[in-house]
């Protein structure tokens, strides 16, 4: 037997950076970020989420103003590519092709770049289109919604879906760079402001004690919106999956153990179940209630933190139930995810606020109480 031990490590580092007004071409950020790349000019593809240009109608204008006025940097390709924002981009197979064709027909190639404006699905469907053209082009990711700031288009996944399998084909790859621009939340309707703060209460709750108790002491500022309690928000909930992504000694995922996945065994099953009625942090949030209902059930979780969870979640605006909850099978959704962590159950679960533990086992009767609970309301007194 003759055997070569290969190996060699990469660093992989991306600037994520938290702005306002960022196509003002006095505003330098983007030219100094494709500077990085070498002096340039670059070739970018722009991809705008059809919802983001509806909302800002004179984005693709700004971006030439932009381009025009960083000429020595960038080289803006004409029309930019839209595409339909949502969950259909990840499902409906034409986005990620049409990206294919459009990075032939404007040779577009790993010295270029792609730069994604939109949502975490834009997000995800075209980072993952971007990481297998060419087997990557540089991308740099605009998300607009606060979930895509806080958690989706910060990390280093995407994905699309497969006859029906949420995120069944992906890839991790790191983006060139992220921009997360606020004034973007400023057109997104009310449920998907609310829809992103899940992420935050969940890594708040696994993480960092003190930042769950802020959102818990801001859920009134939170729900109606207020700028600087949103843009601490988003920019602690991002900096916290950040960190773990980067010290968790595991950043693409080839152990059991899943932190960040709190709350989502069954969030991704109930967002399947409802046929994307439920959107994903809508699910989170049920995912997050009926976890820390579980935890408090198994003597873990104080019932005072278990009520500040509640209040929390409903404070800022989420609902609960939903009939997907009383149509899943949890056996069955504990199974799938066991499949998907690679054959060993690993849940997380919470002892305080800020304090998680990961358990190998469910009790099935205790999570079918819990479900009950969370289906009528009777949360414990
Ligand atoms: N890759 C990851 O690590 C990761 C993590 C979490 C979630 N995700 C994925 O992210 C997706 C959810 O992302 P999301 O919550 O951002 O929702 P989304 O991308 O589905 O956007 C929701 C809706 O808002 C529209 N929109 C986006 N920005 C807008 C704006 N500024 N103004 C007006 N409308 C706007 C979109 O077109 C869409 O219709 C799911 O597919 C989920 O699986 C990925
Ligand atoms: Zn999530």
Redesign the pocket.
């Known amino acids: 037997m003759w055997q070569i031990h290969q190996a060699f490590t990469m660093t992989h580092e991306f600037p994520v950076c938290f702005d306002r007004n960022t196509l003002d071409p006095e505003h330098s950020v983007l030219a100094d970020i494709l500077a990085l790349a070498g002096r340039g000019p670059h070739r970018v593809l722009p991809v705008i989420?059809?919802?983001?240009l509806?909302?800002h109608p004179d984005l693709v204008e700004r971006l030439h103003a932009y381009a025009e006025t960083h000429a020595k940097r960038m080289t803006l390709i004409d029309p930019p590519l839209i595409v339909r924002?949502?969950?259909i981009c990840?499902s409906d197979p034409a986005e990620v092709d049409e990206f294919y064709q459009r990075t032939q027909s404007d040779k577009i190639d790993r010295h270029s770049f792609a730069l994604v404006i939109?949502?975490?699905?834009?997000i995800?469907a075209i980072g993952y289109a971007a990481a297998t053209a060419h087997r990557g082009i540089r991308l740099i990711r605009m998300p607009?919604?606060v979930?895509?700031q806080n958690?989706?288009g910060i990390?280093v996944?995407?994905?699309i879906n497969y006859k029906g399998r949420?995120?069944y084909l992906g890839t991790f790859a790191t983006p060139f760079a992220v921009i997360n621009d606020y004034d973007?939340?400023s057109?997104?309707?009310e449920r998907?402001r609310i829809?992103?703060m899940a992420e935050a209460v969940k890594v708040a709750l696994i993480r960092d004690g003190e930042f769950f108790h802020w959102l818990y002491d801001s859920r009134e500022r939170l729900a109606q919106f207020e700028p600087g309690a949103m843009e601490h928000m988003i920019a602690r909930c991002a900096e916290l999956h950040l960190n773990h992504i980067r010290t968790s000694g595991d950043p693409f995922e080839r152990g059991s153990a899943r932190p960040l996945d709190f709350g989502h065994w069954c969030a991704h099953r109930l967002e399947e179940l409802s046929d994307s009625d439920l959107?994903?942090?809508e699910a989170v949030a049920i995912g997050i209630a009926l976890d820390s209902l579980y935890s408090h059930a198994q003597g873990m979780l104080g019932l005072g933190v278990l009520k500040q969870i509640r209040e929390t979640l409903e404070g800022v605006g989420f609902t609960l139930t939903h009939s997907a909850l009383k149509a899943l099978d949890i056996e069955a959704a504990l199974q799938g995810f066991r499949e998907h962590l690679g054959g060993e159950l690993c849940i997380t679960l919470l002892n305080d606020a800020g304090e998680a533990e990961e358990v190998h086992e469910i009790d099935l009767e205790s999570m079918h109480r819990c479900r009950q609970q969370l289906l009528e309301g009777t949360w414990p007194q």
């Open positions: 989420d059809d919802q983001v509806q909302g924002g949502g969950e990840k939109g949502g975490g699905a834009v995800d607009t919604t979930l895509a958690d989706a990390g996944k995407n994905a949420k995120n973007f939340l057109s997104l309707p998907d829809c992103g959107r994903h942090g």
